[in-house]
């Protein structure tokens, strides 16, 4: 089973629009979320952390679910900058480096459209 | 300037090849990780080194090699290059601190990417 599964799309949304993305994961004891944006060809960028009170940050809002183990991910009044592959990440101990690694999700892609 | 820099940005190498991959970084941190990412795989982590003296295999190591010579530097290496290491690799940073409780607090900085394609 995979650590952090997420649907990958893609959406298509109007500008303007609310879109959310779930994404689910494994290991109850994680303790730290992340949501990270990749452009198309770049790098990943963190564009949130997830608190377990729910965080907002400007048109962004983060919720974390413990007790079903997801994450979610909400943006209201979608602008066409934010197209983007958005990838759910759980820090987890790793079963198989005992340690504790970062886990990314495969991406779940959006598309803004005008 | 990037604070995370990756050598070469593309390379196209034939199986059985040696090839070393490079990643500098100017941002101090101490963390520094090497993924790669494939369609459908996502991100998943090669090798991580949290200090100039220490190196841990990440989830898939095998037919891949690290060196970190320097806080600033950590390099991957493909002793014999096979087409399954096809992929777009990332070498990242990280400013990790424990807040207590097992959380932390971490951003991690990646490079631009290395895509490869072996042959």
């Known amino acids: 089973r995979k650590e952090v599964e997420q649907d990958p799309g893609p959406f298509n949304v109007p500008e303007g629009a609310t879109v959310a993305f779930n994404c689910t994961y494994s290991n109850s004891a994680s303790q730290s979320f992340f949501w990270y944006r990749q452009d198309c060809r770049k790098e990943p960028k963190l564009l949130m952390s997830v608190y377990s009170s729910g965080n907002e940050d400007g048109r962004f809002t983060a919720q974390l679910n413990r007790a079903s183990q997801y994450i979610s991910l909400l943006i209201r009044d979608s602008k066409l900058s934010d197209s983007a592959t958005y990838l759910c990440v759980v820090n987890s101990l790793s079963h198989q480096t005992g340690a504790n690694n970062l886990f990314f999700g495969t991406g779940t892609r959006l598309t803004v459209i005008p | 300037d990037a604070d ?4 070469p940005r593309n390379r196209i190498t034939k199986t059985g090849k040696r090839i070393m991959l490079e990643c500098s970084q100017t941002k101090g941190h101490d963390r520094m990780y090497w993924y790669r990412q494939d369609p459908g795989l996502g991100l998943r982590l090669i090798y991580y080194s949290f200090d100039v003296k220490d190196i841990n295999k990440g989830e898939i190591s095998d037919g891949y090699s690290v060196s970190r010579q320097a806080q600033a530097k ?6 014999s290059a096979i087409p399954n290491q096809t992929a ?14 097992g959380r932390i607090r971490e951003t991690q900085y990646f490079g631009p990417g290395t895509r490869l394609l072996v042959l």
């Open chain 2, 4 to 7: 995370v820099t990756q050598t």
């Open chain 2, 74 to 79: 950590f390099s991957l290496s493909l002793e």
């Open chain 2, 88 to 101: 777009l690799y990332f070498c990242a940073t990280s400013d990790f601190s424990a807040m207590g409780s």
